[in-house]
């Protein structure tokens, strides 16, 4: 293989029998292997951990004619004037087509004119349309192990015929984080250092900013995310702002993470502490005006202040109440004396009629009516007893007679 290609390439195997990692495949890619007819399948996992790899292996297998394309270079125009004569089709990153472009694949591979091997970093069940996804076999792929770095950065080593110490094995390995392709361009980076400069803490102080990878575009993102809130949510706030650093550090685009940081104001902190929503909402702007990276620090303020808030997801809870009920039963019609009577025949039809103007009364509060009739009495808010939310139902509990007892 030729040495101007970039060592992450060639070291990929041409036999299923030296592929490193996804041991708990194993028995499922041998039997892929020595099947009749080979199924499209859709390959997902985190960056460099084989994807490709083992769907090019799998073409190659088959002994068919295959072509390797790349979703974000192959238009439809593209992929129509390529598949003549393709039985095979190897694709990476199904996820950057839209739901339109993927349709493309579907009479293909339904009628077996095509079988199709993508992969995917993004978690098939957002990134690929139902309608594809059922007809393709998916395989999640897992990081490589430490122990399967160590064997490919020694591997990566012979090939550049450099020395490979267990002990940079093993830094190189920790710092790629289960990523194959990176371990082999860290090997490659090492080797072409000058030969003083290979001693361990040298390396160390020369490697590139490697030490932490977030993927935007794959489950972990969503992961790291789904942390955060949940953190944010139990009232941890050292686990939080870990979080939030693991997502700032791997390059996330801080406007993700306001968004949901004004969400879980919204929702886990809700009316138990109103001025939460205002914080995120002004670290949202504030955000957007100081930039990066010194947004970083009223991001780190208002994740602490929601971990240290006190929580009540009452509104939210009172939205899907009522969400329910017209789910269930439909919409009921607004009570005439509510409608507006915008025209004449709005008025003969009793638009309006009795209604009564709260500011015109004591408090600027009068007994009356405004769920629909079929729905009269009915509860979809229930407040909780957190925070400030007390105090703001106070009045409210005293005008409707609610007692805390029938929370």
């Given at each position: ?118 992969t995917t970093t993004e978690n098939p069940s957002f990134s690929v349309t139902r309608q594809l996804l059922s007809r393709l076999h998916v395989l999640r792929l897992r990081p490589l192990g430490r122990t399967e770095l160590v064997e ?169 109440n009522a969400q329910r009920e017209i789910k269930l039963n439909g919409s009921h019609p607004v009570p005439l004396h509510l409608r507006n009577p915008s025209t004449q025949m709005h008025k003969e039809w009793g638009y309006g009629k ?54």
């Open positions: 293989m030729s040495v101007s290609k970039p060592l992450p390439e060639r070291m990929r195997p041409d036999d299923l029998a030296l592929f490193l990692g996804q041991t708990h495949l194993g028995s499922r890619l041998r039997s892929l292997m020595q099947a009749k007819r080979l199924p499209s399948l859709l390959f997902f996992g985190p960056p460099g951990c084989g994807k490709s790899t083992l769907a090019l292996l799998l073409a190659k297998g088959t002994g068919k004619t295959f072509l390797r394309l790349s979703a974000p270079e192959a238009g439809l125009q593209h992929l129509r004037r390529s598949l003549s004569g393709i039985e095979i089709l190897v694709l990476d990153e199904l996820h950057r087509f839209s739901k339109a472009q993927q349709d493309f694949f579907l009479p293909l591979v339904e009628s077996g004119d095509l079988t199709l091997l993508a490919l950065a020694r591997r990566g080593a012979m090939d550049l015929q450099v020395e490979m110490p267990d002990e940079l094995a093993e830094l190189l390995a920790g710092v790629a984080h289960g990523d194959a392709r990176t371990l082999l361009n860290l090997v490659e980076y090492v080797a072409a250092l000058p030969s003083d400069l290979r001693e361990i803490e040298h390396i160390k102080a020369a490697l590139p900013e490697v030490l932490v990878r977030h993927d935007k575009d794959g489950d972990n993102h969503y992961e790291l995310a789904s942390a955060l809130i949940k953190s944010i949510r139990g009232s941890d706030v050292d686990a939080a702002l870990y979080y939030l650093a693991c997502l700032l550090e791997g390059g996330e685009d801080p406007r993700f993470i306001c968004r949901r940081l004004i969400l879980s104001a919204s929702e886990d902190v809700g009316l138990a502490d109103p001025n939460a929503l205002q914080l995120a909402v002004a670290c949202q702007q504030a955000v957007e005006f100081v930039g990066m990276p010194e947004g970083f620090i009223p991001l780190a303020e208002t994740v602490t202040y929601l971990a240290l808030a006190r929580k009540s997801n009452a509104t939210y809870a009172a939205y899907l009795e209604y009564k103007y709260p500011h015109n009364y004591p408090d600027s509060w009068i007994q009356q009516t405004y769920l629909p009739q079929e729905l009269e009495g009915r509860r979809f808010y229930q407040p909780r007893d957190n925070g400030e939310e007390p105090r703001l139902t106070q009045w409210w509990r005293r005008l409707h007679k609610i007692k805390k007892t029938e929370e």
